[in-house]
């Protein structure tokens, strides 16, 4: 069994890095590299999420309730007032809107086809009805 924490890392967070990357070199003007220092990455990832080759399995943007926390961690980046902790709080943040989305099960269901999403639990612990 593949697990949403699993997914998550293959899938929900490269396309969360992915929207924040084109943000940051498209409205901020960043660098790919100046853009790769922030999120801890490489310069080649950064490459990658901006020309749509790597978290493009969906578009984050398009998740209710996800474009505020986008906005505010790229601004938050741009100007150096967040660390790598706060950052990360805002990664799981949207990860977890995400999960309760009901997106999760879809791309958990795309990564093993023998998952029974009636029988998962585990996004609907925070209040999620698949």
Do not use: W
């Not at 020309?51 to 984050?60: D, K, L, N, P, Q």
């Not at 007032?81 to 099960?105: H, N, P």
């Amino acid at each position: 069994m593949v697990l949403p924490c699993e997914v998550a890392v293959k899938s929900v967070i490269p396309a969360i890095r992915s929207a924040i990357a084109r943000e940051l070199t498209e409205s901020y003007g960043l660098k790919q590299t100046e853009v790769a220092e922030l999120l801890g990455v490489t310069q080649t990832a950064v490459s990658k999420y901006t020309s749509h080759c790597r978290g493009a399995i969906f578009e984050v943007t398009d998740v209710e309730g996800v474009q505020p926390i986008l906005k505010e961690t790229v601004s938050l980046l741009a100007n150096g007032d967040i660390d790598k902790y706060k950052l990360a709080e805002k990664l799981c943040a949207v990860c977890g809107i995400i999960r309760q989305s009901g997106l999760m099960c879809i791309l958990c269901r795309v990564s093993d086809p023998d998952i029974d999403n009636n029988r998962c639990i585990v996004c609907s612990l925070k209040g999620n009805t698949k």
